[in-house]
């Protein structure tokens, strides 16, 4: 049985925390919001009485945080950092999405005193981190890697070494641009062709099975009706909010620049999901993409 801290028991970390209990290790949680906490406890998690307190004993801490100010907060910033109060031999698991240079910073801060701090973003929403089928990209050294890869195995299916200390939010910006990309491209196809005539179950069906098959057509089709379990067929609700979309796409524009990477589809889908999430629908779920299209259309 393993100690392990968990920090950030939001819609992520509370279910990811919770198939961690369930594995028969002893965790301790914290979150900002004692109703979070509440819920995992009740599910078999110690409350800590403080983030301090969260980590003290860990043998594992893991954080699920909505952005890289609260992470670098919460390890580096403030009069007492998480870091001084670590027990040696530590590994630190960052699980939030955040931009790879803080990733990166803090874990060479890290580093520096000793500590062991690797990135570890996720695929697969809350319905993955519910079925603990998430995907996990980490930076790390292999080490550190092999380390932190049976903890990840109860929360996930698929663990991959991206490479060495922010590769994992790289990969992850590369992969949720690509989603954006191809989600607004199957929306832009769906709806042409249904402003032309055809029945967009019909033209799903051929488009995923001949050369644009993709991920949106396999599981996830925008279109309300075509598929019965995806949130488009129940009012754009659940799934992956286009707020988070949103911010994925201003880290994946940020890399870009950083890096001199010509990235014209991405910078298109990002104004796309920008301008949608400020009409109001930032709390839908990501395939709602396909509004603006019907928008322009009517
Ligand atoms: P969320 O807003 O539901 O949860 C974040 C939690 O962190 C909240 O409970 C909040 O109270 C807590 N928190 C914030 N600052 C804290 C601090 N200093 N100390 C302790 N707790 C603190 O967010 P989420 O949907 O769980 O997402 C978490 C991360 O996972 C984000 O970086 C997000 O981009 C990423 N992600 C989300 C999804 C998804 O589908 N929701 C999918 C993949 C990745």
Redesign the pocket.
Known sequence: MLNIGF????????PMAINLVKAGHSVKV????ES?VASIVQAGATAASS?IDAVANADFVI?????GK?VE??YVGGDSPLFDHLKAGALVID????DAKTAKNVASIAAARGIDFIDA??????G??TAGT?SFMVGANSQQFKQAQPVLEIMGVNIFHAGVQGSGQIA?ACNNMLLAILMSGTSEALNMGVNNGLDAKVLSEIMRLSSAGNWALEVYNPYPGVMPKAPASNQYQG???VD?MS??LALAMDLSEKSHSATPMGERARDLFKAHAEQGNGSLDFSSIIQQYQKIGS
């Open positions: 920090i950030g028991l939001g819609n992520m970390g509370g914290f979150d900002l919001s979070a983030v954080s699920m945080l909505p952005a609260h907060g919460l699980s939030s999405t955040i973003p996720v695929s697969g929403g809350v993955g981190a998430l992850k799934g992956f909010q988070l911010k994925d």
